[in-house]
C-alpha cells in the first residue's frame, strides 16, 4: 500500500510540476493556449496571472517531494499539500472550468484517500 500511495503523491506532484510549465513557459505558445483553450491576445494579457499561478503550482510540487523525501515524517505534509490541491481543484472547477475537477481535485482526492488509508 505505501508504494501505491507514493506513486499516487509523486503523479500528483507530476501533474503540478506541469501545470507550473504550462504556466509560467508555455502560456502563449500553442501548447499553453490549446491546453488552456485561451487566444493569444487574452494570454498576452493575462501572461503574469498565468505565471503566479504556475509559480503556486511548483510550491505545491515541492511540497509533495518533500514530504515523500520525508518517509513515514512526511505524512502531515503530503496531507496538508493534497489538501491543498483538492480545495484548489475543486474551486477551479466551479469557477473556472469543469476539467480542472478531473485534472486537479480527482488526483488529488485519490491520492489523498490512499494517503489517508496508509
Known amino acids: 500500500m505505501t508504494t501505491i500511495t507514493n506513486v499516487a ?3 500528483v506532484a507530476v501533474l503540478h ?3 507550473l510549465i504550462l504556466e509560467m513557459f508555455l502560456w502563449t505558445r500553442p501548447l499553453g493556449l490549446r491546453t488552456f483553450g485561451t487566444t493569444p491576445d487574452f494570454a498576452r494579457a493575462t501572461k503574469a496571472l498565468a505565471a503566479n499561478q504556475g509559480l503556486y503550482n511548483g510550491f ?8 515523500l ?4 515524517a512526511g505524512t502531515s505534509i503530503k ?6 490541491v483538492v480545495v484548489a481543484g475543486v474551486f477551479g472547477g466551479f ?3 469543469r476539467k480542472i475537477l478531473w485534472a ?3 488526483p488529488g482526492a485519490v ?3 490512499l494517503v489517508l488509508l496508509a
Open 111 to 113: 491520492a489523498l484517500a
Open 17 to 19: 510540476f506541469g501545470f
Open 104 to 106: 486537479q481535485a480527482l
Open 9 to 11: 503523491v509523486a503523479l
Open 95 to 97: 469557477t473556472a472550468s
Open 60 to 67: 505545491v510540487a515541492t511540497g509533495l517531494g518533500w514530504g
Open 79 to 84: 496531507i496538508f499539500f493534497l489538501g491543498c
Open 69 to 72: 523525501a520525508l518517509g513515514d
